[in-house]
Structure formats: structure tokens, C-alpha cells
T-cell receptor
Framework: RKEVEQDPGPFNVPEGATVAFNCTYS??????FFWYRQDCRKEPKLLMS???SGNEDGRFTAQLNRASQYISLLIRDSKLSDSATYLC????????????FGKGTLLTVNP | NAGVTQTPKFQVLKTGQSMTLQCAQD?????MSWYRQDPGMGLRLIHY???????DQGEVPNGYNVSRSTTEDFPLRLLSAAPSQTSVYFC????????????FGSGTRLTVV
């Protein structure tokens, strides 16, 4: 099992749609979980950290299920500007200084 | 604050040449890392450092060297460039501790011919 696996995508959705991304991780010692966003030919940028209690930031909601080793990201009322690749990121093997990235899921929001 | 600065942004090398990719951060972050990103592969860790004078190998270290003589700088050296090292390279830094956020540089696009 790969250390971090994401939905392969791509996702093509109309404006205003709700879209969900799923991610699983293999190392139960992992403590830090993130969703990063990467625009075409740009660097990854933090979208949100993911906490056990779940967290919300405007139209974005992240959930963590430690028992199932599963992370999700929900985008509501999607905008054209949400078009990007979404990366699931987990700290490796419990160490705080090494991150493991999923391969990313490309989202295109269409007018 | 400049954040994480990478130079150069673009580089073309011939097979066998050596070069250094520069990375500097002005946020006094303890952790710094180098990643490469290839199509269909995601970002993979090359080398990382948890502080000045301390470096270690990541997932794909072969063909690369690093050093960390200061907190601010973390250069990546390609010893003898190969076409397989054609990639986009990202440097990132983070404060120490659980859940800290990594900030990425804008990347270096390297082509080895």
C-alpha cells in the first residue's frame, strides 16, 4: 500500500457544484495532515490543515478519520478559481520534518 | 518577508555537468527540504535538514548532495547531471514541531539534455 493515496481524478464539475476528494494514508504514526493546492506550474500552497475534530474554512471542509486512516476535503459552491490540483499531505512515519505527498487530484470547474 | 527564494527559475544542463540549485529562507525556520516533482509521480523528498549542520536523505537522494552551513541556506548540488534528473525542484521550509506548515519556493525547472 502506498503511503498516501488519493482519488486519481481528474474531476470536471460545473460552477456551484459540491466536490469531495478522498485520501488514505498507511502509517498509523502520522500526526500531521494537510491539504495543499497547486496551480499549474506553480508551487504547492497550504489550503488547510486537517484536525481530528474536523475543520471548516468558508466553502472548504476537511475531515480526518484516524481509525480508518482516511482524510477528506469537501468543496461547496465551487468557483472557477478553485480549478487546481489538490494534494493530500501527511507527515512521514511520525516525524515532523518529512512530508509525504499524494499524487494529487486535478479539479477543473467549468462555467 | 521574501519567504523561500529559489534560484535559478529555469536551467538547461548538458549530461555530465554539475550545478547548484540555491534555496534561501528568511523566516528563521529550522526545517528545510528539497523535493522533485515529475508528472504522475507527485512530490518526492530528495534531502532534508532539521537544522544547521544536520542533513539526511529522503526518498530519492541518489545523484544529489546537500549541506546546511547556516539556518537560512540549503543548496542542492547535482554532481553529474543525467536526463533522469529533468524535473521541477521545490525547496520548502518549516518551523520545528508537530503540525507546522511548510512554505515552498517557486521552483526551479531543470532540463538535462
Amino acid at each position: 500500500r502506498k503511503e498516501v493515496e488519493q482519488d486519481p481524478g481528474p474531476f470536471n464539475v460545473p460552477e456551484g457544484a459540491t466536490v469531495a476528494f478522498n485520501c488514505t494514508y498507511s502509517n498509523s504514526a502520522s500526526q500531521s495532515f494537510f491539504w495543499y493546492r497547486q496551480d499549474c506550474r506553480k508551487e504547492p500552497k497550504l489550503l488547510m490543515s486537517v484536525y481530528s475534530s474536523g475543520n471548516e474554512d468558508g466553502r472548504f471542509t476537511a475531515q480526518l478519520n484516524r481509525a480508518s486512516q482516511y482524510i477528506s476535503l469537501l468543496i461547496r459552491d465551487s468557483k472557477l478559481s478553485d480549478s487546481a490540483t489538490y494534494l493530500c499531505v501527511v507527515n512521514s512515519g511520525g516525524s515532523n520534518y518529512k512530508l509525504t505527498f499524494g499524487k494529487g487530484t486535478l479539479l477543473t470547474v467549468n462555467p | 518577508n521574501a519567504g523561500v527564494t529559489q534560484t535559478p527559475k529555469f536551467q538547461v544542463l548538458k549530461t555530465g555537468q554539475s550545478m547548484t540549485l540555491q534555496c534561501a529562507q528568511d523566516m528563521n525556520h529550522e526545517y528545510m527540504s528539497w523535493y522533485r516533482q515529475d508528472p504522475g509521480m507527485g512530490l518526492r523528498l530528495i534531502h532534508y535538514s532539521v537544522g544547521a549542520g544536520i542533513t539526511d536523505q529522503g526518498e530519492v537522494p541518489n545523484g544529489y548532495n546537500v549541506s546546511r552551513s547556516t539556518t537560512e541556506d540549503f543548496p542542492l548540488r547535482l554532481l553529474s547531471a543525467a536526463p533522469s534528473q529533468t524535473s521541477v525542484y521545490f525547496c520548502a521550509s518549516s518551523p520545528a514541531g508537530v503540525g507546522q506548515i511548510y512554505t515552498f519556493g517557486s521552483g526551479t525547472r531543470l532540463t538535462v539534455v
